[in-house]
């Protein structure tokens, strides 16, 4: 998307790093960004029913030390009120990695008794990176794209508060990349006879959650297929499903919905397109919230199934 919006115009100022060298050591620099994500709360024990809220994390690195530091406050917490916390500094690894033709830098790090005050926070595992995939080129009337700051940084963590609850980041605008496999009748007149298969590595999925202006979530979503091509002859197009419904559990989250008319692109608005309404459609994000399988029927002929992540793992 040529046009994105950065997440709280007052908090942009604020993502940019910051470097400062120590009084003593002319050879030694911190760096600090905060930068939003939002947790999904979900219960150790299973017992209690899962949640979500936005938190500002502040990254501080230390050079040559090659270290990092977690403070957070004023985060919201389960059952309302607030907490935080801050760790030890742990040692990370730095990367970098080409994502859609860009340099993107990626710092990974992880600690078994992360918390040194505040709320207790245990096994912990992160991961602050910028080898995130962008949507298409097209733009979508009323969809620019939400990040969060100038940085371009998304943070990937998981760890456990207080021995009581699991906390997974996630952002709610998200573009999963991988394999599309779609399957459909040989002959269209009669679809219970025999099936083609037709494999497509080029749909990029876009799932794009509600926000009120407080940014909280609503429970709903619309998701967004760039490059979509059903069958070999079948026109390439740009479809958008609106309003799912987004359900969280211990597994992650999911985005259903039944009987949905699609929406595309026409003379620069989104028009209705009966004709290849969505019969069903599942989202399941799972594990760490950046890898997704989507499931649908269209026009009860062609059947889906895509498998990909949102963040790039390995160099290209």
């Not at 050591?25 to 911190?30: E, F, I, K, P, R």
């Not at 940014?215 to 091509?229: E, Q």
């Not at 009860?300 to 160099?315: D, E, I, K, L």
Request: net charge negative.
């Amino acid at each position: 998307m040529k046009h994105s919006l950065v997440f709280g115009t007052a908090l942009a100022a604020a993502l940019v790093f910051s470097s400062c060298l120590k009084d003593n050591d002319v050879n030694s620099a911190t760096n600090t960004v905060t930068i939003p994500a939002f947790n999904l709360y979900t219960p150790i024990s299973g017992m209690a029913v899962p949640s979500t809220g936005l938190a500002y994390y502040s990254f501080s690195t230390a050079f040559p030390e090659q270290t990092i530091t977690i403070d957070v406050d004023n985060m919201s917490l389960p059952g309302g009120g607030t907490g935080g916390f801050k760790t030890a500094a742990m040692p990370f690894a730095q990367g970098q990695m080409s994502v859609d033709g860009m340099n993107c830098l990626t710092l990974a790090f992880s600690s078994e008794n992360a918390g040194v005050s505040g709320n207790r926070v245990t096994d912990l595992n992160a991961l602050v990176t910028q080898a995130v995939y962008a949507p298409g080129d097209q733009e979508i009337p009323g969809y620019k794209r939400l990040i969060p700051g100038t940085t371009l940084q998304y943070v990937v963590m998981q760890y456990n508060l207080n021995d009581t609850w699991r906390v997974r980041t996630f952002w709610p605008d998200m573009t999963f990349r991988g394999s599309t496999t779609t399957t459909y009748p040989e002959d269209m007149t009669d679809p219970s006879g025999s099936k083609l298969t037709f494999q497509n590595d080029d749909i990029a999925y876009r799932v794009v959650m509600e926000l009120t202006k407080e940014y909280a979530l609503t429970g709903k979503a619309d998701i967004i297929f760039y490059n979509a091509k059903f069958a070999p002859k079948a026109p390439e197009i740009t479809v958008v499903l609106k309003n799912l419904d987004v359900k969280f559990s211990s597994a992650g989250y999911t985005l259903s919905g039944k009987d949905l008319i699609p929406y595309m692109v026409e003379s620069g608005a989104l028009q209705e397109t009966p004709r290849f309404k969505f019969n069903s459609i599942s989202v399941d994000c799972t594990s760490d919230l950046t890898t997704s399988i989507i499931t649908y029927q269209v026009a009860g002929v062609y059947n889906g199934r895509f498998q990909g992540q949102s963040v790039a793992r390995s160099s290209k």
